[in-house]
């Protein structure tokens, strides 16, 4: 589908995920007096409606009582309606809330890149924010008053959300139970969810209850703990009977030494906290992981309770600072994903780079876009800095008031930090106070003394007289028999090549997409790489082979409407080093390639 396009009383502005019963769009509605609000819109697949006539009726009842969900930390359906459209023919659209924000599983990733883990303050407070809306959803009551039974069956890290404020937005919450529904009644009967995050009764296909969702959702703190799977798994792609199979066999004691390490290991490897200080934290994790629901905690209400208790060591408001920061840091990448039903790279998850970009294991093998490595993206090492250097919020909770410093000690410190940071500066070879290089400047931190209230002082009189110049400095004579030492001229400096590329073909549906860059002249030896997106889509990076002259790559376009608007693409080059100083287009002005008007 090209955009924009005009559905009704939507405009479709920009795909934002897909799944198999439908797809999500960024859309706009307009009204009087310059009235507009963005939204996002879930576009039922008009084939899947064709086929099954009940998939509508269904998920018409399904958002009449999806529509009553009103909680903050879970986003909300709308309405569901019925549009016909000139070409496309009658459409069913599903509205729902628009939230700005980063999805778990990227900053998972963005995380394990830049070599970081999340502080425990921020999981405290993800967690705390997931048990409150699951005590809210799981409570719901029909108008019967009797429990409606609402389970998420879904729960992982890319359906998870953080706001632009750092708090959390599950996602797909009533979506998940209604499709699971329609799944179980006109399908096979096949458990929905995701295999890697499913509770063992689930991957069973028995019956579920809120303690479905804890399971799920301990799986989802083993992750934020230490940066990686619950279920470890080899590199290569899995079949669904071997996920499972892996699923089956894992367990917490198994398991459990990980989140020990992670959180008692001293930095950069762990956290640092003592070993009374992880234990409640390894306890509730191991709880929440048990195979049998009755040794989980009885409730998400019970859950929350607990939390709670932790919050009194790891300050939940300290983490909301932090993910608020995280969620700044990697400001280029802020997406709306307000039904994101395509898996992304999850943290410490080996990928196997293909064609098109990489396969993942969550389901039966699904295909979804790269991240760029951290040793060659700079966006990686620019949010690395900023949550390092700028983090509201420690690694280990907060020290005893009788074990801090006293106030007069830390300003003395910092008094002396200030001093010698002067006198280097003082002794380098810089001119007019400007440091010869990078490594000369010194970030001195400035420490808060104690107010004193001053008393007003007056300035003296002070009687004009003449001007008296200054003495002239003295010189130094010259030494006569000074020789002046020869002059070596600098050795040239190395070149890069020049890169050029043909103009592409049309981005055409089922056709490979072919790009060429040739390099020419320069003395730097580089192996050139390119970056290629569908028009306002994510990047993937494609490595290139020589073929003669000149390098080349190609990519398959899948008939999915992703790119109807063409592509976007730019190339650079990188020595052994991995110094990329050769590039043709760039992230903000890229290369385009057109697709056909129709």
């Known amino acids: 589908m090209r955009l924009p396009q005009q559905v009704g009383d939507y405009t479709l502005l920009k795909q934002l995920g897909a799944g198999g019963f439908g797809t999500v769009y960024l859309a706009r509605i307009e009204g009087d007096l310059g009235f ?11 084939s899947r409606a064709r086929q099954s006539p009940e998939v509508i009726s269904s998920l018409a009842d399904e958002a009449q009582f999806l529509a009553r969900i009103q ?6 359906v709308r309405r569901f309606v019925r549009v016909e459209h000139p070409v496309l023919g009658v459409l069913h659209a599903m509205e729902m809330e628009l939230v700005r924000g980063l999805v778990v599983s990227r900053l998972l990733a963005r ?6 883990l999340l502080p425990v303050e921020s999981v405290v407070s993800l967690l705390t924010e997931a048990a409150d809306a699951l005590t809210y959803a799981h409570g719901l009551k029909g108008e019967d008053g009797a429990p409606v039974g609402l389970v998420h069956r879904d729960l992982k890290p890319d359906n998870l959300i953080v706001t632009e404020d750092g708090r959390l937005k599950i996602l797909d919450f009533g979506i998940a139970w209604a499709e699971g529904r329609l799944v179980e009644s006109t399908e096979s009967g096949l458990a929905k969810g995701t295999p890697l995050y499913m509770s063992p009764e689930q991957l069973h ?13 301990g799986v989802i703190a083993f992750e934020l703990l230490t940066g990686e799977r619950f279920v470890p798994r080899g590199a290569g792609r899995l079949e669904l009977p071997a996920i499972i199979m892996l699923v089956a066999r894992t367990r917490w004691l198994e398991r459990a030494p ?11 490897v762990g956290r640092g906290l003592s070993g009374e200080q992880a234990a409640p934290l390894l306890e509730l994790v191991g709880r929440l992981l048990a195979r049998d629901p009755s040794d989980r905690p009885a409730s998400a209400a019970v859950l929350a309770r607990e939390l709670e208790e932790l919050a009194e060591v790891f300050r939940p408001s300290l983490g909301r600072r932090f993910l608020r920061s995280a969620v700044g840091a990697m400001g280029d990448e802020l997406i709306d994903p307000s039904a994101q039903t395509q898996r992304s790279p999850s943290a410490q998850e080996p990928q196997t780079p293909t064609a098109f970009g990489s396969e993942t294991l969550d389901g039966a093998g699904s295909q979804d876009s790269t991240v760029v490595a951290p040793s060659e993206d700079l966006a990686v090492r620019t949010f690395a800095t900023r949550i390092r250097g700028a983090g509201p919020t420690r690694l280990v909770p907060p020290e005893p008031p009788a074990a801090r410093r006293r106030p007069a000690v830390v300003a003395m410190m910092g008094l002396l930090v200030l001093v010698i940071a002067v006198w280097m500066w003082s002794r380098s070879p810089s001119q007019d106070g400007v440091p010869t290089s990078a490594a000369e400047v010194i970030a001195v931190p400035v420490v808060a003394e104690p107010e004193v209230a001053a008393e007003p002082e007056v300035a003296p009189a002070v009687t004009p007289g003449p001007e008296v110049a200054p003495p002239p400095k003295p010189q130094r004579d010259p030494t006569p028999d000074a020789t002046p030492a020869p002059v070596v001229p600098p050795p040239p400096a190395a070149t890069w090549p020049e890169m050029s590329t043909p103009p592409p073909g049309l981005v055409l549906p089922g056709n490979p997409l072919q790009l060429q860059v040739t390099l020419s002249g320069g003395d730097v030896q580089c192996r050139p790489e390119v970056f290629v997106r569908p028009t306002g889509g994510v990047y993937v990076r494609l490595a290139m082979t020589a073929r003669g002259g000149s390098w080349s790559a190609m990519m398959d376009i899948p008939y999915d409407g992703t790119w109807d608007a063409g592509a976007e693409y730019f190339f650079r080059c990188c020595d052994a080093s991995g110094r990329c100083e050769a590039s043709l287009g760039s992230r903000g002005a890229p290369l385009e390639a057109q697709a056909p008007e129709f």
């Open 36 to 46: 507009s609000q963005d939204v996002a819109v879930k576009i039922v697949d008009s």
């Open 71 to 76: 909680h903050s930390h879970i986003v909300s």
């Open 111 to 116: 995380l394990q890149q830049a070599r970081a």
């Open 205 to 217: 296909a028995e019956a579920v209850d809120g303690r479905s969702d804890l399971y799920e959702l």
């Open 258 to 268: 990980v989140v020990q390490r992670s959180l008692c290991a001293p930095e950069p």
